[in-house]
């Protein structure tokens, strides 16, 4: 039988024993979604292995969790323009690639590539 003080994981809410929950560290995901809120919370041995192995899958549209996200915060509202902006700026060059290379100008799109 364990001893000790149980503790409770700032992720999943659970309690775990000393042995399960050794007062990790990491960002909560959903609290950056809808708080904000950057700082490490201490979390269980079990859910620090889950957040580090979906730390760098883009799980969440924040369009879609929380717009209200981009009014708030300057930094990434600017990203968010940005984004856009090349998506752009992108398919643009694409469709007059495409056009020239049907038009049988090929030799834009090669000097292209190259560079």
Same mark, same amino acid.
């Given at each position: 039988?364990? %001893?000790?003080? /149980?503790?409770? @994981?700032?992720?999943?809410? @659970?309690?775990? @024993?000393? !042995? @399960?929950? !050794?007062n !990790? !560290? =990491?960002?909560?995901?959903?609290r950056?979604?809808? *708080?904000?809120d950057?700082?490490? =919370? ?7 292995l /889950?957040l580090? =192995?979906?730390?760098e899958?883009?799980? /969440? *549209?924040?369009?879609e ?5 981009? *009014?708030?915060?300057? #930094?990434l =509202?600017?990203?968010?323009? +940005?984004g856009?902006f ?5 398919r ?7 056009? #020239?290379?049907?038009?049988? %100008? +090929? ?9």
């Amino acid at each position: 039988m364990i %001893y000790g003080e /149980f503790k409770v @994981c700032t992720f999943d809410a @659970c309690y775990y @024993c000393f !042995e @399960c929950h !050794e007062n !990790e !560290e =990491h960002v909560i995901p959903g609290r950056v979604i809808h *708080n904000w809120d950057l700082r490490k =919370h201490q979390v269980s041995k079990q859910c620090k292995l /889950f957040l580090l =192995h979906i730390e760098e899958e883009p799980l /969440f *549209n924040i369009d879609e969790t929380n717009p209200t996200l981009y *009014n708030v915060i300057k #930094e990434l =509202h600017e990203v968010k323009v +940005s984004g856009e902006f090349l998506l752009t700026v992108t398919r643009i060059l694409f469709l007059k690639l495409f056009r #020239e290379d049907k038009l049988g %100008y +090929s030799s834009s799109v090669m000097l292209l590539i190259d560079h």
